[in-house]
């Protein structure tokens, strides 16, 4: 079955700093879908990117970056030059579109960002 | 499009009571899932339809739990009788399909507290 572990609990990091969070799945699929979202404090569920199981190529957006690589099972995510506004709750998901399963999520990274 | 609409955004209901949580997803989605968020368990899928029909209900914790979706733009979730460990926070969510490219709309979440 699909699962999707995020071993960081909770992550402190000073303003400016680069932070990785982590993200290791488990599927029997080879097409899959992988998702990050955050969640900042006021609670809504923000999309930040989907990657589709064939393309392994890593993907910038501005100081957010994510590192996909089949080998390790692991989409793991960075924030370079961190702000305090990116302190938020961050989720890892995984869906298996041709398994009909949606999103299942992991339980999430908090993120402190202390200026 | 005002996006997935949910309500009430906050309950407070005591233990036994019927609790009622609505959905209005965006137009033009044919998938609507309900998820619940506690600390210790995370995000978790209770239940999406697929054109307004149930497609996996085996997240649903108990038959304390039902929903339904008697049209396109409307959902409900309903637990009878409530309990105390039901206090999380319900999230709806729409999508054109499973693997859509930006993902689920979520909606903004129901608080739900039962004493």
């Known amino acids: 079955a699909q699962k999707v572990t995020q071993a960081q609990t909770e992550i402190s990091v000073v303003e400016k700093e680069d932070v990785t969070l982590d993200c290791v799945y488990e599927t029997r699929d080879t097409t899959y879908y992988l998702f990050w979202y955050k969640q900042p404090p006021s609670g809504e569920l923000v999309f930040l990117i989907r990657r589709n199981s064939f393309d392994e190529q890593n993907e910038i957006s501005g100081r957010y970056s994510w590192n996909f690589q089949k080998s390790t099972s692991s989409f793991n995510f960075t924030i370079t030059a961190s702000q305090v506004v990116d302190s938020a709750v961050y989720f890892c998901?995984?869906?298996?579109?041709?398994?009909?399963?949606?999103?299942?999520f992991g339980k999430g990274t908090r993120l402190s960002v202390i200026a | 499009d005002a996006g997935v609409i949910q309500s009430p955004r906050h309950e407070v209901t005591e233990m036994g009571q019927e609790v009622t949580l609505r959905c209005k997803p965006i137009s033009g989605h044919d998938y609507l899932f309900w998820y619940r968020q506690t600390m210790m368990r995370g995000l978790e899928l209770l239940i999406y339809?697929?054109?307004?029909?149930?497609?996996?209900d085996s997240g649903m914790p108990e038959d304390r739990f039902s929903a339904k979706m008697p049209n396109a733009s409307f959902s409900t979730l309903k637990i009878q009788p409530s309990e105390p460990r039901d206090s999380a926070v319900y999230f709806c969510a729409s999508s054109s399909d499973l693997d859509r490219k930006d993902g689920y709309t979520f909606g903004s979440g129901t608080r739900l507290t039962v004493v």
């Open positions: 998901a995984l869906s298996e579109p041709l398994g009909n399963t949606p999103l299942v």
């Open positions: 339809f697929n054109n307004n029909v149930p497609i996996d």
